[in-house]
Nanobody
Framework: VQLQASGGGLVQAGGSLRLSCAAS????????MGWFRQAPGKEREFVAA????????WYADSLKGRFTISRDNAKNTVYLQMNSLKPEDTAVYYC??????????????????WGQGTQVTVSS
């Protein structure tokens, strides 16, 4: 699976962004999808995940209520809606794919395909 993330940019605190991740190459609906982020000088961390069917969603505790993950299997795309953005949300955001429900949704090593990342910068 090739993953192409887009939608990042510069936004003021309190604003919103929607990230997209377009998949190609294999059957998208066979893969659970996740979003991770990495801020400068920090490790990559789990943001959100969605099951291969779209029936289940999971979020980092600190992001619940502000971020929403969704997918459109007909468009081979997963989205991350980010609202009420804060400067601490500044990071490179990566989408990733794992085979069905393999591994655990929050673990980097569960994901076998990764996108190139899209920069999100939130100004105060």
């Amino acid at each position: 699976v090739q993953l192409q993330a887009s939608g990042g940019g510069l936004v003021q605190a309190g604003g919103s962004l929607r990230l997209s991740c377009a998949a190609s190459g294999r059957t998208f609906s066979n893969y659970g999808m996740g979003w991770f982020r990495q801020a400068p000088g920090k490790e990559r961390e789990f943001v959100a995940a969605i099951s291969w069917s779209g029936d289940s969603e999971w979020y980092a505790d600190s992001l619940k209520g502000r971020f929403t993950i969704s997918r459109d299997n007909a468009k081979n795309t997963v989205y991350l809606q980010m609202n009420s953005l804060k400067p601490e949300d500044t990071a490179v955001y990566y989408c990733a794919a794992r085979w069905y429900s393999s591994g655990v949704y929050y673990a980097l090593h569960s994901y076998i395909y990764w996108g190139q990342g899209t920069q999100v910068t939130v100004s105060s």
